[in-house]
């Protein structure tokens, strides 16, 4: 029987990945930079001599350097932010305008007429309609790809993503209440906890469809409409005076300054072969996968309800765009879907290195004749294990980061879990056990102290070993978490920034937070619920053999 006296613990942090060939969790920059100037050395030391020994050694040095992680990442991370945003600048991919057909046709117009133009300032007229017929796009950054498979009124939205260069996916967002209200014993929160981890083990085994679960955590002002709406239908006509602005008062006082949190939880389920042939058993084509996804939306809700997340509810494409809409511009409410088209999800906007600059209209200020235009502007970064520091941590380990009072802007914070299978995560572990395991022997055998890192690293390791052990019915997972902050203006984005570090280093244990800058308008999509933000975790060798070995189907099988 399980202590509920206790609340959960578990260990995070002090690591990202399995191990490289060389040992620890590396990039795949050094890595491959390593192995090059290594194989030039050894290939050019009987040709040449002692130069192309130095030559390699100097490569393996400045590859050492470049590669060094700071607080500020590494000269080649900076480099790379860097060119990228050169590339962008070039291809005129820092602005977004909503596709429409008259605004394209007037692009194309505006073009056509720039390049007929035999006045000064021709190749500037064409280069700014160039930008300008570039900025049309249907979908934003964030949300490249998508579509829908399923929307109409009364229906859950299922989503289907086709982001470039990624794996295509169909996901479906789900409103919860949470787990916790108000002042609650460790008994339910250590039976939440529980729930929490028996609906991701259900859902990580080689026979679920589930790719990926998203968390999505929207922090906001607190909104008094309903509450006026109540006192507008339910106030006697005879109130006095007094007694009526009294009540506007208490609403006032207990609105100022106050944050509210709105959850949302996403399940992806990538579009394998495993998933078409079971969307076959239901129907042909496109009527199977929608068969399927509603027996899986189902499945969804009640395992999400037996995880103790209060009440569910499937978003409609409706309501799911006007969350990512609402998002872009925190002006306008969250639940407003009288004028929202699920395949309009973006919001005219630019960027900026470090930030994502949209311009959109305030309905509170609509009937105004002139400034209805408000300007948010969003920073996103990424949370990483390796940032953590390693330390035992209950469910509440991010609490100050939902509602620390030092964070007075509006935020979302979102966690991404990829689900891995025990067997695979039980080979990783094992792996990494091991290459630790001879990293440290090897270090102490040479008369070296063994490195922070590796100890941290390996630690890590022998917790997810004994986790997995057979009979504990425990599966693995990779996660990343990223948090948007919105604001008004530069300045007040860079003091949202710099008041986040604070909280994330001194409260929460985050050692650094990795800003995605030079492509933040992409990076806002992390925290939209649409299960953008993660791919699949690499497998190890032996795991993809055993997978193969497995095979996709049985012919003759029923299922």
């Not at 975790?537 to 996709?552: D, I, M, P, T």
Request: net charge neutral; aromatic share 6%; proline share 3%.
């Amino acid at each position: 029987m399980t202590d509920t006296s206790r609340a959960v613990v578990r260990y995070l942090g002090g690591e990202t990945g399995h191990r490289s060939f060389f040992g620890g969790t590396h990039s795949r920059t050094r890595v491959a930079m390593l192995a090059l100037f290594i194989a030039a050395g050894i290939v050019l030391t009987p040709l040449v001599g002692w130069p192309g020994l130095a030559a390699g050694a100097l490569g393996c040095g400045v590859t050492l350097l470049v590669t060094a992680k700071t607080h500020r990442g590494s000269v080649v991370e900076r480099r790379r932010k860097a060119r990228r945003w050169r590339t962008r600048s070039r291809a005129g991919t820092l602005e977004f305008e909503p596709y429409s057909d008259e605004a394209w046709e007037q692009a194309r117009l505006d073009l056509k007429t720039a390049r007929a133009t035999r006045k000064r300032g021709r190749k500037k007229a064409i280069v700014e309609a160039r930008r300008r017929l570039t900025a049309l796009r249907a979908h934003p950054d964030g949300a490249d790809g998508m579509g829908w498979l399923q929307h109409g009124r009364g229906l859950p939205g299922i989503a289907w993503h086709a982001p470039a260069g990624e794996d295509d996916y169909l996901s479906v967002a789900f409103s919860v209440t949470g787990q916790l209200r108000g002042i609650e014993s460790t008994a339910v929160m250590t039976r939440a906890a529980e729930g929490w981890g028996h609906f991701l083990a259900g859902r990580a085994p080689h026979s679920s469809l589930v790719g990926n679960v998203q968390t999505v955590t929207r922090v906001l002002p607190a909104d008094s409409a309903l509450q006026q709406f109540w006192v507008l239908n339910s106030l006697d006509e005879d109130a006095p005076a007094d007694a009526i602005a009294s009540y506007e008062e208490v609403l006032r006082l207990t609105g100022e300054d106050a944050m509210v949190q709105r959850h949302f939880v996403t399940v992806s389920w990538p579009i394998t072969t495993a998933f078409t042939d079971a969307a076959s058993k239901f129907g042909e084509g496109r009527d199977g996968w929608r068969t399927l996804m509603k027996n899986e939306i189902d499945a969804t809700v009640r395992g999400l309800t037996e995880a103790r997340l209060g009440h569910v509810e499937a978003l409609t494409a409706r309501q799911t765009a006007a969350v990512i809409l609402h998002q872009q511009n925190p002006s306008r409410p969250i639940d407003e879907v009288a004028d929202v088209d699920p395949a309009s999800l973006g919001v005219r906007s630019h960027d900026e290195f470090s930030a994502h600059v949209v311009t959109g209209a305030d309905p509170a200020r609509a009937d105004h004749v002139d400034g209805d235009a408000v300007e948010w502007w969003h920073r996103t970064a990424a949370i990483t294990a390796d940032a953590l520091v390693t330390a035992p941590r209950t469910q509440l380990w991010v609490l100050d980061l939902l509602i620390g009072e030092d964070l007075s802007f509006i935020r979302s914070v979102s966690f991404h879990i990829h689900l891995i299978p025990a067997a695979e995560a039980k080979i990783a572990a094992r792996q990494d056990v091991v290459r630790d395991a001879a990293e440290t022997l090897a270090r102490r055998e040479a008369g070296k102290i063994s490195a922070d890192d590796t100890e941290a690293a390996m630690s890590a390791a022998n917790r997810r070993r004994s986790d997995l052990v057979s009979g504990s019915h425990h599966h693995g997972a990779a996660w990343v978490g990223f948090v948007t902050i919105s604001v008004r203006g530069r300045d007040e984005l860079a003091r949202a920034s710099r008041q986040l570090e604070d909280t994330c280093s001194t409260s929460l244990g985050i050692e650094r937070l990795d800003w995605l800058d030079s492509y933040q308008a992409a990076a806002s999509g992390t925290t939209w619920p649409i299960g953008r933000g993660i791919g699949p975790s690499r497998k190890a060798f032996s795991s993809r053999v055993y997978s193969r070995l497995a095979g996709k189907t049985e012919k003759g099988a029923i299922s």
